[in-house]
């Protein structure tokens, strides 16, 4: 299970998703109503975005939508050190969560597939392992950023897609 193990440790992504991209986004938007905005918006994208991603998993080849997935997550880290203004962040952030569901969304279901032909709880536990580790070794890069770099947002960015680039190496389904 080496393979999905390394997999699952792009889930270190996450971490930055959730705990420091929206610090970056209150330093470039200090304003709460644009914010609120913006962030309304690219969660309206997202919802519409993930009903077709559901679907195209379902009735299509979920790999591809994972591989895809994780190129369109790539880039969108790459590009964040550019977002110097409301649009640039709101285009991102809509093009990330949208990105980031086509990840989610098959990788999930194949877990979940994995369990019913298993064991549940060993798949659960394999997987919330391989989450914890993830996340704790990107913790650790991004506080190695915070220390060296002067200005450590591209670092972090950097961080973040090189744990996205992790998910692809997930072994092939059948």
Partial sequence: RRRQLFSLFGFGEEL?????????????????????????????????????????????????????????????????????????VILLDSFYRVSRNMIGIPLVASLYEQGRASSVTETVIFFEMALSIGKILAGLLCLLALAVFPSPWPAIFFIASAFTLLYAVGKKEG
Avoid at 17 to 23: N, S, T
Avoid at 25 to 50: C, D, E, K, Q, R
Avoid at 61 to 77: E, H, P
């Fill in 16 to 88: 930055i998703a959730l705990v420091l991209w929206p610090l970056f986004i209150i330093l470039i938007i200090p304003n709460y109503f644009s914010l609120g905005l913006i962030i309304s918006f690219a969660m309206l994208v997202n919802v519409f975005a993930t009903l077709y991603i559901g679907r195209a998993c379902d009735e299509g080849d979920r790999r591809m939508v994972l591989r895809s997935g994780t190129a369109f997550t790539v880039v969108s880290w790459i590009l964040r050190p550019l977002a110097l203004g409301g649009m640039g």
